[in-house]
């Protein structure tokens, strides 16, 4: 049994899942089920929590894309760094610490101005933006947790994953899309951001194995 959280929005924004439901059609959920909620919001962090009793809880959720947090450096910080403490205090105040595995999806993001090449878990951090920073905040409460409460909790430092899932605004998909409508003759051409920037690529489906 999967139980997943949805922030409510006006329009549907599970396209990325849909392949899930029981029936797409109709938003039926079969051995998902999705709760609305958020990580701002801990109160329904702990409801949640304490109904569905969770053997393992995986925190995916994030602003993450890292232009963006520039722009949205506060609402970054809150989700990113603070959420991830609020869905620590939910398992702490449902007295989960001793029963629950938690995973933080933390980054390579982490590691921002490179100190070495390649990097490993001993690499010092130095995040270079507000979504890494907020992570690092994320990185370091989790290494509390487990070291405070002896709650399970481990932290996933990985680099970029990509699949067709990606989001359209990630520059792995906006560079297939654009490629592919280009040559369906819907486009003339596109335009990128830093040309500079170095990035490790992998397959999602690796990095879930």
């Not at 760094?81 to 105040?93: E, M, N, P, S, Y």
């Not at 792995?172 to 592919?180: E, F, N, P, Y």
Request: hydrophobic letters at 35%; aromatic letters at 12%; one cysteine or more.
């Amino acid at each position: 049994q999967v139980h997943g959280i949805v922030r409510r929005s006006s329009s549907f924004n599970t396209g990325r899942i849909e392949h899930l439901y029981k029936n797409p059609q109709a938003h039926i959920e079969g051995n998902m089920k999705l709760h609305y909620g958020d990580l701002t919001d801990s109160t329904c962090l702990v409801k949640i929590i304490n109904e569905v009793k969770p053997s393992e809880i995986y925190n995916l959720g994030a602003q993450s894309h890292v232009k963006i947090s520039f722009d949205l450096a506060e609402y970054t910080a809150d989700v990113d760094g603070v959420g991830t403490l609020r869905l620590l205090d939910a398992i702490k105040t449902c007295g989960l610490i001793n029963s629950v595995k938690f995973y933080q999806a933390s980054t390579s993001e982490l590691f921002g101005k490179v100190q070495e090449i390649p990097q490993k878990e001993t690499t010092p951090f130095y995040p270079r933006s507000p979504y890494g920073a907020a992570k690092l905040y994320a990185y370091w409460i989790v290494v509390n947790f487990r070291e405070a409460y002896n709650l399970f909790a481990v932290n996933g430092i990985l680099f970029n994953h990509e699949s067709p899932r990606r989001g359209a605004n990630f520059v792995t998909r906006k560079i297939s899309r654009s490629v592919a409508k280009i040559h369906l003759g819907q486009l003339d051409c596109f335009s990128l951001g830093n040309l500079d920037a170095k990035r490790d690529w992998g397959h999602a489906k690796d990095y879930v194995e």
